[in-house]
């Protein structure tokens, strides 16, 4: 039961543009989400997180976007770089059952030069 | 400042034999999580312990699987009796886990190749 999904297993972007990866969830009690970013060989990294009381965060060039009607969530990496090539995960977790993260299958990130 | 440390990071077993995975949580962490990936997946959360506790562990396989992270020492998922099935990449993050939600630290993980 895959409780946090990303649709497109892979993206590809020209360096300079937009890249949006999305993530869709079905547990309405989901309330904090964070993305992690992961090169070949190497654990995810934190990358940004949001919590359920805002509907967006920004970070430099990276900013999570929130939509908990629609039970979506986006990242928006702008402008987008050759290094930042990479498989994105999605996750999400309730406060009320600790820190258990439910994480996406990943989105690979190509950004073109 | 080391971060999350796994060992080993290529681990080849065969069919029977036992496999023991290591993980030593970033300093002042004291919750530790294991998850496995399986090709072509996601992570899937396995356990989560905290100092000689196991808090979770719904996404533990009932047979052969175990867990644990004793008082000194590194948390050591513990794979008996390995089958092919088994073959994946096994990570380990921490958090500092007080007072709320936080984001976990992973390791750089476990490649485990059953033959």
């Known amino acids: 039961d895959q409780q946090v999904k990303q649709n497109s297993p892979s993206l590809s972007v020209q360096e300079g543009r937009i890249s949006i990866l999305n993530c869709d969830y079905t547990?309405?009690?989901?309330?904090?989400f964070l993305w992690y970013k992961k090169y070949p060989a190497e654990g995810p990294t934190f990358l940004i997180s949001?919590?359920?009381?805002?509907d967006k965060n920004e970070d430099g060039r990276f900013t999570v976007f929130l939509n908990k009607s629609a039970k979506h969530l986006s990242l928006h990496i702008v402008p987008s770089q050759p290094g930042d090539s990479a498989v994105y995960f999605c996750?999400?977790?309730?406060?009320?059952?600790?820190?258990?993260?439910?994480f996406g299958t990943g989105t690979s990130l190509t950004v073109i030069p | 400042n080391a971060g999350v440390m796994q060992n080993p990071r290529h681990l080849v077993r065969r069919r029977g034999q036992e496999a023991r995975l290591r993980c030593s949580p970033m300093?002042?962490?004291?919750?530790v999580y294991w998850y496995r990936q399986l090709p072509e997946e996601g992570l899937k959360f396995m356990v989560y312990?905290?100092?000689?506790?196991?808090?979770?562990e719904s996404g533990m396989p009932k047979e052969r699987f175990s867990a644990e992270f004793p008082k000194e020492g590194p948390s050591i998922l513990r794979i008996q009796q390995v089958v092919r099935g088994d073959s994946a990449a096994y990570f380990c993050?921490?958090?500092?886990?007080?007072?709320?939600?936080?984001?976990?630290?992973f390791g750089p993980g476990t490649r485990l190749t059953v033959t």
């Open positions: 996750a999400a977790s309730a406060l009320a059952s600790g820190n258990q993260f439910y």
């Open positions: 949001i919590s359920s009381i805002k």
């Open positions: 547990n309405s009690m989901f309330d904090y």
């Open positions: 300093k002042g962490h004291s919750h």
């Open positions: 312990l905290q100092k000689e506790n196991i808090i979770d």
């Open positions: 993050a921490s958090s500092p886990g007080v007072g709320g939600l936080h984001e976990q630290y």
